[in-house]
């Protein structure tokens, strides 16, 4: 009986622990989470995005793989320019949350930046279907250009002309080494599709092309220039 009675105990002393063991840890995460949070405003407040994200990766360990904290590292990553974290962090909140728009751009965009150019398109091609944006689809159809697959580029581009244009978007085009120029996006699509239609030896729709950007934005430097060369080549060949 006495041993029973001391088994008893001995059990009850061990949940007594384990319980105690359990709040204290709970406890201690709790006040290193808040820690880390005020660290994070400290950090964004003064603008060091160092601090920031070594503080962030401590918060993702404290709350696991699901923290809602890789949404915000991954946007301190995208903001520096540092493309091949960018797509590692958004990668990881796309497996959680596969209809993320913003972080699919993102991901998209890191992707394109690092010249993998296949692997941009497949994610283009899956925002271009959940919004018919014209900004999606003039840089998918600027990819494809880059890829060379001119034909693709064309089907996409005539496609971004149809959008609606939301007036948020400016493309940078540079205009020699020196100089560069913020296009409206709705110039910039009708000056790409002439840049594909001269690939597809379709000088009359790229002239019509290039004059339509132009007429939208009459600064458009490169429009006006390849529309003036243009028409330089075709009157050269009558």
Do not use: C, W
């Not at 995005?49 to 890789?70: D, H, Q, R």
């Not at 909140?93 to 398109?121: C, Q, T, W, Y």
């Amino acid at each position: 009986m006495k041993m029973k009675s001391i088994m008893k105990n001995n059990l009850l002393v061990i949940i007594a622990l384990m319980f105690f063991y359990v709040g204290t840890s709970q406890n201690y995460k709790s006040e290193a989470i808040s820690t880390e949070k005020s660290v994070l405003e400290s950090a964004r407040k003064i603008g060091d995005p160092a601090v920031a994200v070594n503080s962030l990766f401590k918060l993702i360990a404290l709350e696991g793989a699901n923290s809602t904290y890789k949404d915000t590292l991954a946007y301190v990553y995208f903001t520096g320019r540092k493309y091949a974290p960018t797509y590692m962090m958004t990668t990881e909140v796309l497996e959680r949350d596969p209809d993320h728009l913003e972080m699919m751009e993102m991901n998209a965009i890191s992707l394109d930046a690092l010249g993998a150019f296949e692997k941009a398109a497949e994610v283009y091609e899956k925002l271009l279907k959940k919004s018919e944006s014209n900004f999606y689809g003039y840089t998918l159809a600027n990819i494809y250009f880059k890829m060379k697959k001119y034909e693709e580029a064309y089907s996409v581009i005539k496609k971004a002309e149809t959008f609606n244009d939301e007036g948020k978007y400016k493309v940078t085009f540079s205009i020699n080494q020196n100089h560069t120029q913020q296009v409206e996006l709705i110039a910039a699509i009708p000056y790409l599709k002439g840049l594909i239609e001269i690939e597809l030896k379709n000088n009359e729709g790229a002239k019509l092309s290039f004059a339509k950007a132009a007429k939208i934005q009459p600064d458009f430097v490169l429009a006006r220039e390849n529309l003036e060369a243009l028409e330089k080549f075709t009157t050269t060949e009558e």
